[in-house]
């Protein structure tokens, strides 16, 4: 519809930003080009990396589409994440084999679910606000982490606050010289499942009735009440999925910066997608894309700052594209 | 009369797309008068009042205001020139004050001075025979004082040029009649009073000038005096209407699908709305509840469809209890609800027909097959609900808010008949439909009643409406619900007296 010109259109008002950046900079544009495309994809090992940022990131995306489909604005991925990592690695160092990795992964999709629950139950039955409930289970979610890695399920005779490493790890796909794991399989799969289940299940159909417009979602039958607590939960599972797949594909232990801001960089991802789930892949493999080649464009002079200053202009645009339309809802 | 018109619209022309909605249209008025405006659903009246209010720009033809071409780019520059509009969408923002509201957009300077406002507020009011509570929140207005506040925000405004787009659509007959008496005096003061509507009777009975509009082109303009009620419905449908079906007997031993026990039920902010409530629904009955808007009606409808709870006495609809019986499930036994406010509580703007077509459908298990939406059938079923009463579309992916409120509101009453209907609840669903369009509406309701056994139960602030189309007509008044004595079940004298004073 509309929103595909206005995503081109973002598109080239950042090129220009960024040519705007660069004159400020030792860096022309044609080698500022160049370090992002030879950092992020110039070889197998890059090409790995940028699928290792972006495959986590594009879980948490998925999150936080799903529940802006139901009008709930997920801050929270952050935290449930942080959780959901947590309780994989804690499994993870129990239990060896697939089986094991397998129930880990469940326990920390689980445990995400669990803490987003109270935001899905406060904001249906007492009519708090998710964002400032999410907010706050962030820092708690944050400090249970510091808490818990630094003392009861540290590894023994370590300094630093980690876990052991886990018992059964998730292999690669055995793509030639490509390291590609198949969490990325998984991530891919994701935001498709969530298209097709919310343009043909009926509970899907009920969640975005529920995010579109909760007054006639109420007169059409739909219980949203249990539509909200659901698709927060729902939510906090994927972005505890998220924690779960960093953990036994990637990081293989638990630490309490394990994320590293992943969960609010999936908001970012996810407003660019807009209501079409399948942009937040191309979406998800640009920032992983930018993230890996940032060491290299530092070194060649392009300060990191504008790396980030970039996302977060495409974001606020994304943003106020998206925004427009629901304003004229009222 | 004065001899030159205060507006001068000379040859409008306006296409959308390849939709001419206006064709060389003429529209004039003068100082001191009530004009109107009418026509169908569709014929251009509001494309019209939009051109003159500055929202949209004519492709063709010239705007004169006291003689003076003026070109209007927003409607900030119409304002300016003193021309204001009240919409069929009132523009109160829920969580200000009412007299926030009344001054938006028009603050007399940096600092409020909040007593001096109010004193200006109550003068205007009083002038009208209107009663705010100033400070109150607005969101609690019922839209008949919205309506209200609306006309005194014009007034605010200091517009000499009036433009009101079906004022009386959600006024008691009673309110209606002062609202006119109001508006007498303000054209007597030297308003401009445009008036678009759909209700022959304003036209003839309070308005000096008409001017009809059919499909895009001025049909007819003149005074009012000497007109009858006939010709100037050939005017605007362009045929003669046919006569209305005879009303039967209701028969008391019918099924009951609808019985109310005393009950008791609150408004949102926490008294009464409706306290001891009896009443009765039968299979094959069309009955009216009339009333002036506040008086339970919308907590009567959210009753009954188990979206309000019920505090004390009992509701049994579809011969079971209304306890533990969710909203999603007495939709399934056929319960179909017909929205009071369309935009916020029937449609979703931005979705497709198909979509919207499935709200309240969506646990049917002809559209839920294991969880899954059967498109098949709800392509067939959103044509089916959108060609019920010929709504104006391209395609089913469409979005509903690119209709016009005409049609959305028939696509909305088409639905309620879709998958069986067994008890139809109707809030106003002739709401910015033009009479062809609501004698229609009403039609189908007889009918479904007739032949499917399923009543209808309309609520409506337009007491002659429910006259002519109901079987029975009931009194909403002061948290009851009145029943008239039998042999003044359809006698406007009485209803009105009930509507007014609850005294049979």
Redesign the interface.
């Known amino acids: 519809m509309k929103r595909i010109p206005a995503i081109v259109l973002l598109a080239v008002v950042c090129l220009l930003l960024l040519y705007g950046f660069l004159a400020f900079t030792q860096l022309s544009v044609a080698s500022a080009m160049s370090d992002l495309i030879h950092g992020s994809l110039g070889g197998s090992s890059q090409i790995s990396q940028t699928f290792q940022h972006a495959t986590p990131l594009l879980v948490a995306a998925v999150a936080v589409f799903v529940a802006l489909r139901a009008g709930l604005f997920n801050i929270g991925v952050e935290g449930q994440f942080v959780i959901g990592a947590l309780a994989t690695g804690f499994i993870g160092t129990k239990l060896s084999g697939g089986l094991g990795m397998t129930v880990a992964i469940f326990g920390g999709a689980a445990m995400g679910a669990l803490w987003s629950f109270p935001a899905g139950w406060i904001k249906a039955y007492k009519g708090g606000h998710e964002v400032i409930t999410t907010i706050m289970l962030n820092s708690v979610a944050g400090y249970i982490a510091v808490g818990l890695a630094s003392g009861p399920i540290k590894q023994a005779g370590q300094e630093s606050p980690q876990t052991a490493k886990i018992l059964a790890t998730m292999p690669s796909i055995p793509m030639g010289g490509l390291s590609i794991s198949w969490a990325t399989l998984i991530a891919f799969f994701l935001p498709l499942l969530a298209g097709f289940w919310f343009s043909r299940s009926v509970k899907g159909f009920e969640t975005d009735a529920t995010g579109a417009n909760i007054h006639a979602a109420r007169q059409a039958g739909i219980n949203t009440k249990r539509v909200i607590v659901r698709t927060m939960v729902v939510s906090g599972a994927i972005a505890g999925l998220a924690g779960a797949l960093q953990v036994v594909a990637y990081s293989h232990r638990f630490y309490p910066d394990i994320s590293s801001g992943t969960g609010f960089d999936a908001l970012g991802v996810a407003l660019l997608a807009g209501s079409y789930s399948w942009v937040l892949i191309p979406a998800a493999f640009a920032f992983g894309m930018l993230y890996q080649a940032s060491p290299l464009l530092q070194i060649d002079g392009l300060p990191k700052g504008i790396v980030d200053i970039l996302l977060a202009i495409m974001i606020i645009v994304g943003a106020a594209i998206r925004f427009r339309r629901l304003k004229a809802l009222g | 009369m004065s001899t030159k018109p205060t507006v001068a619209m000379r040859g409008i022309s306006k296409s959308f797309g390849s939709i001419r909605a206006l064709n060389e249209v003429d529209f004039e008025a003068w100082r001191g008068e009530i004009q109107a405006i009418v026509g169908e659903n569709g014929a251009g009246k509001t494309t019209l009042m939009n051109i003159l209010y500055g929202v949209i720009s004519p492709d063709q033809g010239s705007v004169l205001i006291d003689d003076k071409p003026v070109h209007f780019h927003s409607s900030s520059a119409a304002v300016a020139n003193g021309i204001g509009m009240v919409s069929q969408h009132y523009g109160i923002i829920p969580g200000l004050t009412c007299l926030q509201n009344l001054i938006l957009g028009s603050e007399p300077g940096f600092w409020l001075q909040s007593d001096q406002l109010q004193d200006r507020a109550e003068d205007l009011s009083s002038k009208m025979g209107f009663q705010f509570q100033w400070q109150d929140n607005a969101e609690k207005l019922s839209p008949a004082m919205a309506q209200k506040l609306e006309i005194l925000k014009l007034l605010w405004k200091n517009s000499k040029v009036m433009i009101l787009d079906e004022p009386t659509a959600l006024l008691s007959p009673a309110d209606g009649d002062a609202l006119f008496t109001s508006l007498k005096d303000l054209a007597n003061e030297g308003a401009t009073i445009i008036l678009v509507t759909h209700k022959i009777s304003e036209v003839l009975d309070h308005c000096q000038h008409v001017t009809v509009l059919r499909g895009g082109q001025k049909i007819h303009a003149g005074e009012t005096a000497g007109l009858t009620q006939s010709s100037l419905i050939q005017w605007i449908v362009g045929e003669s209407l046919s006569e209305k079906p005879t009303k039967d007997c209701q028969d008391d031993k019918s099924e009951v699908l609808l019985q109310l026990n005393g009950i008791k039920v609150r408004r949102d902010r926490g008294d009464f709305a409706l306290d001891g409530v009896d009443f009765t629904v039968r299979s094959g009955e069309v009955v009216g509840i009339a009333g002036v808007d506040g008086n339970g009606q919308k907590e009567l409808l959210e009753a009954i469809?188990g979206?309000r709870p019920i505090e004390a006495g009992s509701l049994e609809i579809f011969g079971r209890s209304g306890m533990n019986y969710?909203?999603?499930?007495?939709?399934q036994n056929g319960l179909r609800?017909i929205?009071e406010?369309r935009l916020?509580?029937?449609?979703?703007?931005?979705?497709n027909l198909e979509?919207n077509f499935?709200?309240?459908?969506?646990?049917m298990p002809d559209?839920?097959s294991r969880?899954?939406?059967n498109?098949k059938v709800a392509k067939h079923e959103a044509e089916s609900a959108a060609h019920k009463f010929s709504t104006q579309y391209a395609n089913l992916n469409q979005t509903l808010g690119s209709l016009s409120g005409g049609n959305q509101q028939r696509f909305v009453n088409g639905r309620a008949f879709a998958l069986n209907p067994k008890l139809v609840l109707a809030f106003q669903p002739a709401r910015g439909l033009d009479f062809k369009a609501t004698a229609q509406v009403y039609e189908q309701f007889r009918t479904l009643a007739k032949q499917s056994k399923a009543s209808v139960l309309v609520i409506s602030y337009d007491l002659d409406e429910l006259l002519e189309n109901c079987d029975r007509v009931v009194v909403a008044f002061d948290r009851q619900l009145i029943l008239p004595p039998k042999e003044d079940e359809l006698n406007r004298s009485a209803l009105g007296k009930l509507m007014v004073s609850g005294l049979k």
């Open positions: 469809a979206l969710p909203t999603a499930d007495r939709l609800i929205a406010d916020k509580e029937a449609i979703i703007e931005q979705w979509q499935l709200l309240g459908f969506s646990q559209l839920n969880g899954w939406i498109r």
